[in-house]
């Protein structure tokens, strides 16, 4: 983020080691801190379908959108630089914040220009500072590689790796509770 960030200045041709145009590294390093919580709140409501707030049966959601998706390319090797320097994993990340950020209310009715509704689903806006883009400036400008957010998400999702074991198993938050989840954030805003 910080490169790029800096690239973006250098293109403008503003100064951002010092004075008002300076990169502000604590800002930086808070919104990077809800940028991972954002992830892993999306891993426990998604592993916790009886809080009703996803629409986790619909198969346009799991498919489509979840990070459930995501989780099923971690360990896809990216082998060439295209794949490796591309947005995917971005864009579909920036695409579930927004939408758990503003929802996705679908009208059934069938229309004119819209043949069919029928893989749409519905959506609660979550007004939350966590996911208001507002609260992430930096960080807006800012796209991240399918390599990076690859390793993110498999940091976030896969145990670490073992002398004894090829395999990495895959974390569970299914039984992460509340206030686990409550002294994560907390941990993560006193890193």
């Known amino acids: 983020a910080a490169e790029q960030l800096v690239e973006q200045a250098r293109d403008r041709?503003?100064?951002?080691?010092?004075?008002?145009?300076?990169?502000?590294?604590?800002?930086?390093s808070k919104e990077c801190l809800r940028y991972m919580y954002r992830i892993l709140f999306l891993f426990y409501i998604e592993a916790r379908p009886e809080l009703g707030y996803l629409p986790a049966?619909?198969?346009?959601?799991?498919?489509?959108?979840?990070?459930?998706?995501?989780?099923d390319l971690e360990s896809v090797r990216l082998t060439t630089e295209e794949s490796r320097r591309g947005e995917y994993f971005h864009q579909s990340l920036q695409r579930m914040f927004s939408l758990i950020y503003k929802g996705n209310?679908?009208?059934?009715?069938?229309?004119?220009?819209?043949?069919?509704?029928?893989n749409a689903f519905t959506l609660q806006g979550l007004d939350s500072h966590l996911f208001d883009?507002?609260?992430?400036?930096?960080?807006?400008?800012?796209?991240?590689?399918?390599?990076?957010?690859?390793q993110v998400i498999q940091?976030?999702?896969?145990?670490?790796?073992?002398?004894g074991r090829k395999r990495r198993g895959r974390v569970s938050y299914t039984q992460l509770g509340?206030?686990?989840?409550?002294?994560?954030?907390?941990?993560?805003?006193s890193y």
């Open 13 to 28: 041709k503003e100064g951002i080691y010092s004075g008002q145009n300076a990169l502000d590294a604590d800002q930086l």
């Open 57 to 71: 049966e619909d198969e346009t959601w799991r498919m489509g959108y979840s990070l459930d998706s995501l989780r």
């Open 105 to 118: 209310q679908v009208s059934r009715q069938k229309d004119d220009l819209h043949e069919s509704n029928a």
């Open 133 to 150: 883009p507002a609260k992430t400036p930096m960080l807006n400008r800012v796209t991240f590689s399918n390599e990076t957010l690859q």
């Open 155 to 163: 940091s976030m999702s896969l145990t670490r790796p073992t002398s």
């Open 178 to 189: 509340i206030n686990q989840l409550g002294a994560v954030y907390e941990a993560l805003l």
